[in-house]
């Protein structure tokens, strides 16, 4: 009987069990069901929200330009902020309409203005940029590529919402530049956006590679739409982040200099290459002036060879001397104990021609005497690198005086602005050869030649102001990247 009851017990059990069995496998299959259910509602629900992000903010209404408080001065704070903001920002997807490689003119300023164009025409026109090339073949012949100087990952990835950026072209187009088979071209100068929507897209979907050969002031300053000027402004303050040894090095000078109390940055533009491009020989002997002339003929991408220098100093045309800029920072009270930095290259004259700014101004220091040798070896015989590091001393000191509006015055005055409208003294040039020439040939006393200089500056210290505009004549006005106006906080 204990046998039979075992034995019916244990068959009574048996179909309870399998339908155990059965009711998990269903259970199991159901639960699959619903997890993947719920996860293919997460990804639809992810991918909603992520298309509202890939349309740029440039063209939904907010800004594209960072605000003064978001970027860090360029050798003063640490630059983690802005890779942390932009690494994960999400692809901006867009049919793209070809690829446009572009190949910089001029120095490092020139450059980089250049840059925040092409990236400003490239989101426009949706197509793919190729990281630019440097120019190597200008007076300086500064063989550096645009890793050397920017931090090119950085570069990619901070812009990777509004453009797609490639280090070099995918290897099926890749051939079609080693056969010299691509459609090269300048773009016209002072274009507004049209001409690039009108003329060159169509070129570029054509061709599916466009080369520009020149990118210099190949973008009007006015007259384009708010989200290009504010997405110039994001490439310029935010994007283009120098490379982590001229950040090092830069921020040491910085440093150096703080430690010794205010300073101020005094680009002096008297280098040979600027006298014999200018044509401005006042002050220079008979011989140098000569020297100068002899080599404005040799570089044939100078146009202009006959030049009358004491004419274009009347008109303000010229660089102010070392000895002319002594008087300058004199008349207009700058103490005479505070730290001056020369942002330059080589003095032409040397010794000669800086002892009057050295006698006014003792505490002179150049990059050269704060760092040792073994600091500046791998800058040695690469400009653009070397004016990277002038650039980042500039954006931090307490007065910035360019003595010529070149480009590296007119990019870090913008950039001055946008941090804040530190104190940036614009010279007036013809004003003040006029105002020098009177002093010096005894008609004007040094009272009314101080006070005279105050007065034409009062209004030329980098405070809040509208670009001025002149229709046909893009030279003449305001130059965009000196006054942003579009992207700056406060109002003018």
Known sequence: MGSESRGERHHGLKPYAEGK???????????????????????????????????????????????????????????????????????RIYNNNGYLMVSCNGGLNQMR????????????????LIVPELDKSSFWSDPSEFQDIFDVDHFITSLRDEVRILKELPPRLKWRVEKGSVYTMPPVSWSDISYYENQILSLIKKHKIVHFTKTDTRLANNALPL????????????????????????????????????????????????????GCTHGCTNEEAEELTRMRYAYPWWKEKVIDSAFKRKDGLCPLTPEETALVLRALDIDHRIQVYIAAGEIYGGERRMRALSEAF????????????????????????????????????????????????????????????????????KVLVDLIDQYTNGTLAWEDFSSSIKAAHATRLGRPTRRVTIPDRPKEEDYFYANPHECLREAW
């Not at 840059?115 to 490239?122: F, G, R």
């Not at 120098?242 to 280098?271: A, C, D, K, M, W």
């Not at 990277?388 to 003595?403: C, E, G, Q, W």
Request: proline share 4%; with cysteine; charged share 20%.
């Open 21 to 91: 069995v059965k009711s998990r496998s269903k259970f199991k299959v159901w639960m699959i069901r619903m997890t993947t259910t719920v996860l293919l509602w997460t990804c639809v629900l992810q991918l909603t929200a992520l298309g509202h992000t890939w349309v740029p903010r440039v063209w939904n209404g907010r800004p594209s330009c960072s605000s003064p408080s978001d970027v860090p001065i360029q050798g003063q704070q640490s630059t983690s902020a802005i890779v942390k903001k932009f690494v994960h920002s999400p692809k």
């Open 113 to 128: 203005a250049a840059i925040c164009d092409m990236v400003a025409v490239v989101r426009y026109l949706n197509v793919t």
């Open 227 to 278: 989200e290009i000027q504010k997405l110039r402004c994001r490439v310029n303050f935010a994007a283009l982040k120098f490379t982590s040894q001229i950040e090092e090095l830069g921020r040491r000078v910085i440093r150096i200099l703080h430690q010794n109390g205010p300073f101020l940055v005094l680009h002096l533009r008297y280098e040979m290459d600027m006298l014999a491009f200018s």
């Open 362 to 429: 003792p505490n002179l220091v150049r990059k050269e005497t704060l760092l040792g040798s073994s600091d500046l070896r791998y800058f040695q015989n690469h400009s653009s690198q070397m004016a990277a590091l002038d650039y980042m001393v500039s954006l931090a000191s307490d007065i910035f005086v360019p003595t010529y509006d070149g480009n590296m015055a007119k990019v870090v005055e913008g950039h001055r602005r946008f941090l804040g409208f530190k104190k940036t003294i614009t010279l007036d040039r």
